[in-house]
């Protein structure tokens, strides 16, 4: 989780993506070459349905979305469309909203995502991700937010919440793949002493046998910039968390592109010895500037 900045609403948002929504629907219907009245008449529906659905005054439901490409002959649009009606409400869900309730309950939720996910593909280019933090990481993460959202604090909550998540490691269906750059192993979001054992719990969970994990150390020629993190959840849903918001996007195209932009992360990335040797590296750096310190 970050820290926030200005930006639209959620409920504009919202609204801007039903208008979008609105606005390729009455593309399909021109390019058919038909008038409202026409495909009003064609689905038996009022006219003022168009107008209302294509003006984002109405939300369509799953039916209309299928018997509007039908009517257009543009049947192949479907799931993309299905895709971004399903989203509307959650695509951006603003962080002083999702958290006015505490940080417990959040976690719940991301939970019952993670329970229903077989693949996990994880790029962070600033954090430790949260299936793999220690209990101490995670304490200092939710620190931050409870400071900056004034929300409840559920702290110690919180933390048991994250930590039973990480129970989803261990079960042999499902197969993760974290990449991270060696930024994530030196920004200083802790004290050293538990950025510390941080770092020794990654290379302790990169021994799992369904977990791979991947650092792009700082020597590496990127061929995508890491422009922030994002968790692929097998091929329905990404998430990204932005400095007010967490947005979740779903359209076919959206995690395609996300998948491809994971590829080329985890192609440039270094894996195994090569990767534990980066994290010692971190560790070695770390544990001189502790001890210059204490001097």
């Known amino acids: 989780m970050t820290l926030p900045q200005t930006r639209a609403s959620g409920a504009s948002n919202v609204h801007e993506a039903r208008i ?30 168009v107008s209302k659905i294509e003006h984002a005054k109405q939300t369509p439901s799953d039916a209309d979305i299928r018997a509007w490409t039908t009517a257009t002959k543009r049947e192949a649009e479907a799931p993309d469309l299905l895709a971004s009606l399903h989203t509307l409400e959650i695509q951006h869900a603003e962080w002083q909203r999702q958290l ?44 931050q937010s409870i400071t900056v959202f004034k929300i409840p604090n559920d702290i ?12 989803i490691l261990y079960r042999p269906e499902k197969r993760f793949h974290f990449v991270l750059t060696e930024a994530a192993l030196r920004y200083r979001l802790c004290p050293p002493e ?32 890491p422009a922030h993190g994002f968790w692929l959840l097998d091929e329905e849903r990404v998430m990204v968390e932005t400095f007010s918001a967490e947005l ?3 359209q076919p195209q959206e995690t ?39 001097d």
């Open 20 to 49: 979008a929504l609105g606005n390729r629907l009455r593309e399909l219907r021109t390019d058919a070459g038909m008038s409202g009245k026409e495909l009003a008449e064609s689905l038996s529906w009022r006219p003022s349905k």
């Open 100 to 143: 006015r309730g505490g940080l417990k309950p959040h976690q719940s939720e991301i939970a019952e995502i993670n329970a229903k996910t077989r693949l996990f593909r994880v790029f962070e280019s600033t954090y430790i991700p949260g299936l793999l933090q220690t209990a101490q990481y995670a304490r200092h993460r939710f620190a």
């Open 248 to 250: 979740n996007l779903a």
């Open 156 to 167: 110690n909550e919180a933390v048991r919440a994250r930590v039973q998540r990480q129970d």
């Open 194 to 225: 538990i950025m510390l054992g941080q770092l020794d719990r990654l290379i302790s969970m990169a021994a799992l046998p369904n977990v791979k994990l991947g650092i792009v150390g700082f020597e590496t020629a990127y061929v995508v910039a």
């Open 256 to 294: 395609a592109l996300y998948g491809t932009v994971f590829d080329s992360l985890a192609a440039v990335a270094s894996y195994g010895r090569s990767a534990r040797a980066i994290i010692t590296r971190a560790v070695d750096d770390l544990s001189q500037q502790v001890a210059e310190d204490s």
